[in-house]
Nanobody
Framework: QVQLVESGGGLVQPGGSLRLSCAASGRTFSSNVVGWFRQAPGKEREFVAAIGWSGGGTYYATSVKGRFTISRDSASSTMYLQMNSLKPEDTAVYLC??????????????????????WGQGTQVTVSS
């Protein structure tokens, strides 16, 4: 079993920045891909960004492209989401996720919650003046 723990959320003014972290622990980390999703009150969980764990590229939702950057540190099994130029509509609980590493077509499914087997508890991001 893999445990994911997010940190770095908080309150920020529009135009500001935050950096989220997600630390993975547990059994040997063998995921193909790790990602970030977000969920606002009353809305469905939506894809934000993902990155191939072994250097397989990055993927972004249209709404965050150019403002958010996903990265990972394999040595520490940690991934990050750098969020710049934040907008009030970015307000949500942000969750990190990882797949089990056994789906050969993962590149086609990175934006789907169905791909991911492990989820963190989430960290709140509020963008407000």
């Amino acid at each position: 079993q893999v445990q994911l723990v997010e940190s770095g959320g908080g309150l920020v003014q529009p135009g500001g920045s935050l950096r989220l972290s997600c630390a993975a622990s547990g059994r040997t980390f063998s995921s193909n891909v790790v990602g970030w999703f977000r969920q606002a009150p009353g809305k469905e969980r939506e894809f934000v960004a993902a990155i191939g764990w072994s250097g397989g590229g990055t993927y972004y939702a249209t709404s965050v492209k150019g403002r958010f950057t996903i990265s990972r540190d394999s040595a520490s099994s940690t991934m990050y989401l750098q969020m710049n130029s934040l907008k009030p509509e970015d307000t949500a609980v942000y969750l990190c996720a990882a797949d089990r590493g056994d789906n050969v077509v993962w590149r086609m499914l990175v934006q789907s919650t169905r791909l991911y087997n492990y989820w963190g508890q989430g960290t709140q991001v509020t963008v407000s003046s």
